[in-house]
């Protein structure tokens, strides 16, 4: 199956900053997926970059895919105090999504 | 759709006590996961099914957990005897081909 290991473990910002997180994954790939999870909530999907795709805009997210070195990275621009979750990167091959730890961020107003 | 229903929400109960979680995926999904989730080590797939047919177990931690899915709108987790340690958040997902999984609110379970 795919997994997603998500860098840094954990972020701290201030408000108005940028966050970037970034993600590996070992094999051949369909597409990632970026998930958000508050605490205490079920994760939440952000963002689908299929693996034909390098870069994916949704409002502050940026999302870019490098699949030469199966890597990822989530940019949130001007980041909020809401913000403030886990974000956890999956890879999707022929077989089901497999999260990683998450990157845990926090963003200090 | 109401999105990915489950219950009960809380669970207290006490060891060696037999603990049923159930979900109910979103209509017309194919998929349907069962992910455990705690501190120590983070979100785990437990089982998954594809048309109610279970395709990987390899995550359910021991036989002391099973899980069914008769139909293709209900499933259901059960712990039996329930221990300390299965104290954890339960979640549910259900998804549609190699699309995005939708969580649903999880079951907190705690096992004195």
């Known amino acids: 199956s795919q997994q997603g290991e998500e860098d840094p473990q954990a972020l701290s910002i201030q408000e108005g900053e940028n966050a970037t997180m970034n993600c590996s994954y070992k094999?051949?790939?369909?597409?990632l997926q970026w998930y958000r999870q508050n605490s205490g909530r079920g994760l939440v999907h952000l963002i689908l970059?299929?693996?034909?795709?390098r870069e994916k805009h949704s409002g502050r997210l940026r999302v870019t895919l490098d699949t030469s070195k199966k890597s990822s990275s989530l940019l949130i621009t001007a980041s909020r105090a809401a913000d403030t979750a886990s974000y956890f990167c999956?890879?999707?091959?022929?077989?089901?999504?497999?999260f990683g730890k998450g990157t845990r961020l926090s963003v200090i107003a | 759709d109401a999105g990915v229903i489950q219950s009960p929400r809380h669970e207290v109960t006490e060891m060696g006590q037999e603990v049923t979680l159930r979900c109910k995926p979103i209509?017309?999904?194919?998929?349907l996961f069962w992910y455990r989730q705690t501190m120590m080590r983070g979100l785990e797939l437990l089982i998954y099914?594809?048309?109610?047919?279970?395709?990987?177990d390899s995550g359910m931690p021991e036989d002391r957990f099973s899980a069914k899915m008769p139909n293709a709108s209900f499933s259901t987790l059960k712990i039996q005897p329930s221990e300390p340690r299965d104290s954890a958040v339960y979640f549910c997902?259900?998804?549609?081909?190699?699309?995005?999984?939708?969580f649903g609110p999880g079951t907190r379970l705690t096992v004195t």
């Open positions: 997902a259900s998804q549609t081909g190699l699309g995005e999984q939708y």
């Open positions: 094999t051949s790939i369909n597409n």
């Open positions: 209509s017309g999904h194919d998929y």
């Open positions: 970059i299929r693996s034909n795709e």
């Open positions: 099914f594809n048309n109610n047919v279970p395709i990987d």
């Open positions: 999956a890879a999707s091959g022929n077989t089901p999504l497999v």
